[in-house]
């Protein structure tokens, strides 16, 4: 079992920055991937991006890629999503997501196995 521990959500202006981090602790071991999401109400969770543990080779949805940077830090256990040039549209609940295997995808919600609560992220235009 890993349990995630999520942080860095809060309120920035469209242009801005922010950073959310997110640290595991337990069977990290047998950590593949982690992964970003994010969801706003009446959608379904949307992936963001997402990062294989063993080498740190990182995926992007189009919607933020060229704009967001996800990275770990292994000593740490600890992954991070850099979020630069914040648009409205990014405003959501973002959920970080670990994976123990897998599953022939990591774009997709039912590829990951532990999930944290989720930090809320408002973009003010």
Avoid: H
Avoid at 34 to 52: D, T
């Amino acid at each position: 079992q890993v349990q995630l521990v999520e942080s860095g959500g809060g309120l920035v202006q469209a242009g801005g920055s922010l950073r959310l981090s997110c640290a595991a602790s337990g069977r990290t071991f047998s950590t593949y991937a982690m992964g970003w999401f994010r969801q706003v109400p009446g959608k379904e969770r949307e992936f963001v991006a997402a990062i294989l543990w063993s080498d740190g080779r990182p995926f992007y949805s189009e919607s933020v890629k060229g704009r967001f940077t996800i990275s770990r830090d292994n000593a740490k256990l600890t992954v991070y999503l850099q979020m630069n040039s914040l648009k409205s549209e990014d405003t959501a609940v973002y959920y970080c997501a670990a994976a123990w295997g897998w599953r022939g995808r990591l774009d997709a919600a039912f590829a990951y196995d532990s999930w944290t609560q989720g930090t809320q992220v408002t973009v003010s235009s």
